[in-house]
């Protein structure tokens, strides 16, 4: 493991994180009365917009893992498809758990759903990307001692941190301040932001100061 | 010897608990001070003399009687709104739709037509709303505290003074009819009385209709000074129906019917007093301080003009216990020497005479003794303890003779202005409310040292738990050291503690001294714990549970110090229940015992323990997760809500199925409860005839084969009865009634003796040889007293594996010629959980009589919830025995 991988590690993280502070401030040149908390479903529109652009991008762009040895049209787009429809899947499912949570069942779907998409954009997107439409893998890198390369341990700690983040963020609900932001998704939106944010500044980091004990099979 | 000592270091952990227990309630459940003085005829409250020379007077003392008779009909729970008057809809307009509203026509009637001499008001009940706490305040004016709200089903005689008391000392007939209650609060204070039995809430009308009997023939005769009539109906209704229902709309016109008959027969000299003691919830509840609970309606009558002023917009709101006074003032009687109420001032104006100035003399008399009265006993009760505040004491005593120094300089000068009566009149008044709240505020306080050491010492008995179950486990662990110590110990700490309060010359407290031979045995045992207490133990091996279960036991916890969290706990527990089932499941992936391990094994991959072939695969592990998920989420439907929460409505199908409106409705909703109970038993039959448990001939598997489907079969019957008694033909009433109190008698007979065989023979496990003795034979309980050895205490299979080798080892000397011997047992991957599961079915028959019948389809998913979860973890864990091994979550 070379210290330039961690440094791209670094750099394709600063540009998420980029992508999501931009999503915060482009908007409101465009729409009027643009805000995260009262326009809050268009937010989290954009964001996903915005995070998954910047996901392929980087994909596209960096390449972590080998290129596939097939390179047909048909081959790529059934590919394309397939991760589409993984990434559907996983939205209904994360509804699904958050209905079984406690979420509203009728009121607030509209809502319910874009949470449920804005964290799919923060966990599978990233895996689709980097594993494909591979459940196998998926699990692999998900267990411990599963993980192959750095791309994968950030990877990990992302989505873990994401899915922290969310959980925390439901906390404040319950809470009596009457802030705007403990409404039903919003703090929960806001903690699987922050706890994205905070697992892609981490992830490098952890990886920097353990790249002693870190020891991956294929490096 | 061994198992001697074994239960008294049991007995010894229960006092523990109890003593700490005691100790906090102590602190927590403060009671007040019950004084037994009277107030007297002859003995004015304090100095000074009447306005208009009323003593020597026959049948009036401190003031002149402006009534002679009264006529209390007290509606048990009328609620406010109950009897509010509607506002007059219009013909386009629809009408009232809510069953309970409008139903009190004539006291709308009588309020429109004699504004005069009627007045409605929305009356404060001082919580705790029980009846019998309502019926003490009601007749002495003072304010029943929390620890009167346990002796609800076993009142005893009032010795404080009362209303009653004071009507029998004065010679005047008391007549009473209905609830039996107070037949044991004022024993043989009645001149006649008819009593009917109040226990039965499901009973609408005995008590009423025996009432109505006797009502108006007693009124009639003209036997009485006051007449009492107790009406249960609207409560009991409330209680099996709730507010909604149109048989409470029938209850209330019936009371309507009361009304007007007790009103056309009034006399002109007679006070009719309509009053609800306290009111109910949206489902019929009382007990507690919510606002429907405590507002009760209070209404007066009487023939001749009572109230100079036009009516008000809205009805004033008064406290219940001012009818105490009043009462006792216009009757002329002595007002009770216990009482914190304020007279209601309004009814003691002149109506004949014009003069305002009269009017407000006469109104500052009654207020004057009142207070005079009060301060009295303020005085007397402040010297007897000190549970009031000194500082507001003083206040309070200061505006007292303030207020009387007025009031006597007005007496010398007749001609004061009528604007200085009026400041009397309101200084008087603020020291009665001051009083009142004062005494509110004491007779609620808690005392935190006592609640901080019970807790304390509770805490240390868990401690002490902890620490012997991991002691016990060492073998030739002996009970007997750790046992004399501390009772040595305790023994010597009471008797210190009560040589001490003896030779301070303070009261023996039994609480106390309990508590103080508790911490003296614990002390001596904490000791022996810290010096025995090896470096080398770290304290992170005391935890019995692993981490995760820990953190969201800790947040869980910490939750109740949170006031939404408490408010929400509803919502916040399945939360942090559901968290752990999909922690657990994830973490079961993290450790690769999901997996089948092919998948696992690509190359590249290092794995340094694949410890054996899982068990279970990951979609098996996550459908039980999610199943678990599932039921936690339904369970959520059945939602009660907790007391005080404004904005929290409970669901409707925690009502009785008897409230249901509409028969096909009912139909389905009892055939879905009946299912629940089929399913679970159907569920346990299942599960343990999976495991085999079901050939045995024990008794305890003869009484889950036939037992449990008669009771089954007991308690859908008596939900069939209980739901639909009302529409049973008069004929089978009695039948009825009957069945309906034998039945649940019946199943909880029938569980009582099912947990007796289980006691006494838990062990399910048979053996079979198949030569020699064809005939199954049973292993008795193998597990008697405390272990010897570590393999004994880890597993019983093995005590039943040796027992079974030294039953067989004779028999197979002597059939040694006859050829080989097979030995089968059965059942022993079940040894635990039988017995387990048995138990809890069987606890759970009475746990669903004493509640509603929909409650059924919870305990179904409970039960669901908890084979769900056991299996869960039992897939986490590689060498185990299947189904259930611990309690329920």
Redesign the interface.
């Known amino acids: 493991m070379k210290n330039t991988d961690i440094k791209r590690l670094l750099y394709t993280h600063l540009l998420c994180i980029f992508s999501i502070i931009l999503s915060i401030f482009i908007p409101s040149f465009f729409l009027e009365n643009f805000s995260i908390l009262e326009t809050h479903l268009t937010w989290l529109c954009i964001c996903s917009v915005f995070v998954t652009a910047v996901n392929l991008v980087l994909y596209l762009v960096v390449k972590p893992n080998a290129s596939s040895k097939r390179s047909s049209l048909s081959y790529k787009v059934t590919r394309f498809l397939k991760c589409c429809i993984y990434f559907l899947m996983s939205c209904f499912f994360f509804h699904v ?1 958050f ?4 979420a509203p069942l009728i009121e607030l779907v509209l809502e319910t759903f874009l949470f449920a998409v804005i964290l799919s954009t923060f966990t599978t997107v990233p895996c689709l990307c980097l594993l494909g439409p591979n459940l ?1 893998a998926w ?2 890198v ?5 993980v ?1 390369s750095i791309w994968e341990n950030s990877l990990q700690i992302t989505t873990i941190s994401s899915f922290i983040g969310t ?1 925390l963020g ?1 906390f404040p ?4 301040w009457e802030r705007p932001w403990q409404v039903w998704p919003i703090s929960c939106t806001l903690g699987a932001t922050f706890g994205y944010v905070a697992g892609l500044v981490i992830s490098p980091l952890w990886i920097y100061w353990n790249r002693k004990q870190l020891t991956y ?2 490096n | 010897m061994q198992k001697i000592s074994v239960l008294l270091f049991l007995a010894w952990v229960c006092f523990l608990f109890y003593a700490g227990i005691a100790l906090f309630t102590s602190g927590f459940l403060l009671t007040r001070l019950e004084l037994t003085n009277h107030s007297s005829c002859q003995e004015l409250p304090g100095p000074g003399s009447q306005p208009w020379g009323s003593q020597g007077k026959p049948g009036a003392c401190w003031m002149a009687s402006r009534f002679s008779r009264v006529v209390l009909v007290l509606i048990d729970a009328l609620r406010f709104d109950f009897a509010q008057p509607q506002p007059s809809h219009g013909p386009g307009e629809p009408p009232v739709s809510l069953p309970f509203l409008g139903k009190l026509d004539s006291l709308q009637r009588i309020l429109e037509i004699q504004p005069h001499h009627a007045k409605l008001y929305q009356s404060k009940a001082d919580p705790p709303t029980t009846t019998m706490q309502r019926l003490k305040a009601l007749t002495t004016g003072s304010l029943p505290t929390f620890i009167d709200a346990g002796s609800n089903f076993a009142s005893h005689a009032i010795v404080e003074d009362n209303l009653i008391k004071q009507l029998a000392s004065a010679g005047r007939r008391v007549v009473f009819m209905g609830d039996d209650t107070w037949k044991d609060l004022f024993p043989g204070a009645f001149s006649q009385a008819f009593f009917f039995p109040s226990f039965n809430v499901r009973d609408l009308h005995t008590v009423d209709n025996g009432i109505l009997e006797h009502l108006y023939p007693t009124m009639d005769s003209g036997e009485w000074d006051m007449l009492i009539a107790h009406f249960l109906g609207v409560d009991h209704c409330g209680h099996k129906y709730g507010p909604h229902h149109p048989e409470m709309a029938k209850k209330l016109s019936q009371m309507d019917q009361v009304i007007q008959g007790l009103v056309e027969r009034l006399e002109n000299d007679t006070l009719l007093v309509v009053i609800g003691d306290h009111g109910m919830t949206v489902t019929g509840d009382h007990g507690g301080d919510s606002e429907l609970e405590i507002s009760a309606a209070l209404f007066l009558y009487s023939p001749k003009a009572l109230f100079p002023g036009a009516p008000p917009e809205e009805p004033e709101v008064v406290p219940q216990i001012s009818l105490v006074p009043t009462l006792a003032l216009l009757l002329g009687l002595p007002i009770p020497f216990g009482n914190i109420g304020e007279v209601m001032a309004e009814l003691f104006s002149e109506i004949e005479d014009s003069q305002p100035h009269s009017s407000a003399l006469a109104q500052a008399s009654a207020l004057h003794l009142n207070a005079q009265q009060v301060s009295r006993f303020l005085h007397t009760y402040s010297a007897a303890t000190q549970d009031l505040q000194v500082k507001e004491l003083h206040r309070l005593q200061n505006l007292f003779s303030k207020a009387s120094a007025d009031y006597q300089r007005l007496l010398q000068s007749p001609q004061g202005a009528e604007a200085a009566l009026q400041t009397v009149i309101t200084e008087l008044q603020q020291f009665l409310r001051g009083v009142r709240a004062m005494c509110i505020q004491s007779w609620a306080r808690f005392s935190l040292g006592r609640m901080a050491g019970g807790a304390a010492l509770m805490a240390a008995a868990c401690f002490l738990c902890l620490l012997v179950s991991q002691w016990a486990i060492s073998p030739g662990f002996c009970f007997r050291p750790l046992l004399l110590t501390p009772m040595a110990c305790g023994l010597a700490g009471t008797i210190v503690c009560a040589g001490l309060l003896t030779t301070t010359g303070l009261k023996l407290d039994p609480v106390v001294l309990g508590a103080m031979a508790a911490v003296g045995s614990l002390l001596p045992f904490l000791w022996k714990a810290w010096a025995g207490w090896g470096s080398k133990r770290p304290l992170v091996a005391l935890l019995p549970i692993p981490g995760p279960v820990l953190l969201f036991l800790l947040i869980r916890f910490a939750a109740f110090f949170s006031d939404s969290f408490v408010v929400a706990e509803a919502r916040a527990t399945p939360f942090l229940l559901g968290s752990l089932i999909l922690l657990l499941v994830a973490q079961l992936h993290w450790e690769g015992k999901l997996l089948p391990s092919k998948l696992l094994t690509i190359p590249r991959l290092c794995f340094s323990a694949s410890a054996g072939p899982p068990r279970r695969n990951g979609t098996h592990a996550l459908g039980l997760g999610v199943g678990l998920l599932l039921c936690i989420r339904l369970a959520g439907l059945f939602h009660r809500c907790p007391e005080e929460t404004p904005a929290c409505h409970s669901s409707p199908w925690l009502s009785p199925l008897a409230s249901v409106v509409g028969g096909r409705a009912k139909n389905l909703w009892y055939g879905a409860c009946v299912g629940a109970l089929v399913a679970l038993l159907a569920a346990v039959r299942l599960w343990l005839r999976r495991y085999s448990n079901l050939k045995s001939p024990e008794p305890s598997v003869l009484f889950v084969r036939w037992g449990l489907p008669l009771m089954v079969l007991g308690t859908a019957a008596y939900w069939a009865l209980a739901s639909g008694a009302d529409e049973a033909p008069p004929r089978l009433r009695a039948l009825v009634a009957g069945a309906s109190v034998v039945l649940p008698r019946a199943v909880a007979g029938l569980a009582a003796s099912g947990l007796v065989l289980l006691l006494w023979r838990p062990v399910t496990v048979i053996v079979k040889a198949t030569t020699g003795a064809p005939r199954p034979r049973t292993v008795l309980t193998p597990f008697a007293g405390p272990p010897t050895s570590r393999a004994d205490l880890d597993y019983v299979v093995p005590q039943i594996y040796r027992h079974m080798q030294e039953e067989f080892r004779g028999r197979l000397e002597r059939t040694k010629s006859q050829g080989p011997l097979t030995v089968a047992a059965y059942q022993l991957g079940s040894v635990y959980s039988a017995a387990m599961v048995t138990a809890l079915t069987l606890l759970a028959f009475p746990l669903l009589l004493l509640h509603a019948e929909r409650i059924s389809l919870v305990f179904l998913l409970l039960f669901l919830q908890s084979f769900l979860l056991l299996h869960l973890l039992a897939a986490g864990i590689p060498i185990t025995t299947p189904g259930k091994y611990i309690s329920q979550p």
């Open positions: 758990i209905v079984l949570y406690g196998k699990l692999r998900f267990s411990r001692n599963g192959t959980w439901a609900i319950p809470l009596d099979k294929n």
